[in-house]
């Protein structure tokens, strides 16, 4: 089984909807991310968590939510889904213990396009 | 600001050949990352870059990082097409461990 799972792995929606997206982990990791891609582009950080009780803002919050419901799950809602949140979302995960590296895993990604 | 600029941003290229990507960043960092992406696939680590001078082989990929010239190379030696792939280099922005990632070099590797 895969260590890192996100769900849906497509959506199409209609703006004004409100979505949401969301995060497993298996690998233990304390630390989560949302990260958005563009086609043509690299990722953009949307929110980061670095346990259950610390949610930071990443480059482009703005129109997002997340929630960690627990170290291994942690969700992305768009509110009011609008035509240019159309992207690949990733979720990732990295483990703060390993003195430095801090290596990120890739969830598979979601699919979502706004109409 | 941190930015992390890559080039080339495409690179076709025959089998057998040598080549090398870019990475080049504007302030300083203490980590630096590379990752492939294949087309419609999540993104794999590769490597990971934690000290000037940090050189790391796997396979016909080696990474190399110069901190005080604020950049990393990924050297491709004898390229095959099971290489063909989008690599992104991705650097630490602060204490926070955040990253900001290049636009990516998409490569292809033609038989």
């Known amino acids: 089984d895969a260590d890192v799972t996100q769900t849906p792995r497509n959506r199409i929606t209609k703006t004004g909807k409100r979505i949401m997206l969301e995060c497993s982990q298996t690998?233990?990791?304390?630390?989560m991310y949302w990260y958005r891609q563009d086609p043509g582009l690299g990722l953009q950080l949307i929110y980061y968590?670095?346990?259950?009780?610390?949610?930071n803002k990443g480059e482009i919050s703005d129109g997002y939510s997340v929630s960690r419901q627990a170290q291994a799950k942690f969700s992305l809602s768009l509110e009011s889904a609008i035509p240019n949140q159309t992207a690949l979302y990733f979720c990732?995960?990295?483990?703060?213990?390993?003195?430095?590296?801090?290596?990120?895993?890739f969830g598979p990604g979601t699919r979502l396009t706004v109409l | 600001e941190l930015k992390v600029e890559q080039n080339p941003l495409f690179l076709s290229m025959q089998e057998g050949k040598n080549y090398t990507i870019y990475c080049n960043y504007s302030?300083?960092?203490?980590?630096l990352y590379w990752y492939r992406q294949d087309p419609g696939k999540s993104l794999e680590s590769l490597f990971v870059?934690?000290?000037n001078g940090a050189v790391k082989q796997e396979g016909r990929l080696m990474a190399s990082l110069d901190t005080k010239a604020r950049l990393s190379t990924l050297h491709i030696t004898a390229a095959v097409h099971d290489l063909s792939a989008t690599y992104f280099c991705?650097?630490?922005?602060?204490?926070?461990?955040?990253?900001?990632w290049g636009a990516g070099t998409k490569l292809i590797i033609k038989p």
């Open positions: 302030t300083t960092s203490d980590r």
């Open positions: 690998k233990g990791h304390d630390r």
């Open positions: 968590s670095f346990d259950v009780k610390d949610i």
């Open positions: 991705a650097v630490g922005k602060d204490s926070n461990y955040q990253l900001i």
């Open positions: 870059l934690l000290s």
């Open positions: 990732a995960t990295s483990d703060s213990g390993l003195a430095g590296a801090d290596t990120q895993y």
